[in-house]
């Protein structure tokens, strides 16, 4: 049987949150999965500072995103050729 269930640890003991149906004395294995945030977690205009200090991209790369651009754009003027419409947007995406 797995059931998933809510606990507290306080004084050193996993206190469960509700009930469960097991008899008294029955072994279980537990996997414990903290929902707290951890004081050492990064702020937002930290992972923002990481994030804009990452390499655009790299000169060996086999697809880059300047070939996205390209073949998106390629995509928008067939779509308007064939349609006759012009959108901002691709159509499904």
Request: aromatic letters at 4%; hydrophobic letters at 40%.
């Amino acid at each position: 049987m797995t059931i998933t269930i809510e606990a507290v640890y306080e004084q050193g003991v996993l206190r469960l949150l509700q009930p469960i149906p097991l008899a008294e004395g029955t072994r279980v294995e537990v996997t414990v999965i903290s929902t707290e945030t951890k004081a050492k977690d990064k702020t937002p205009r930290e992972i923002l500072a990481q994030i804009a200090a990452m390499p655009l991209e790299v000169s060996n790369d086999k697809f880059s995103g300047r070939d996205h651009d390209i073949k998106l754009g390629r995509f928008f003027v067939n779509s308007q050729i064939k349609t006759g419409v012009s959108r901002t947007a691709p159509v499904g995406l």
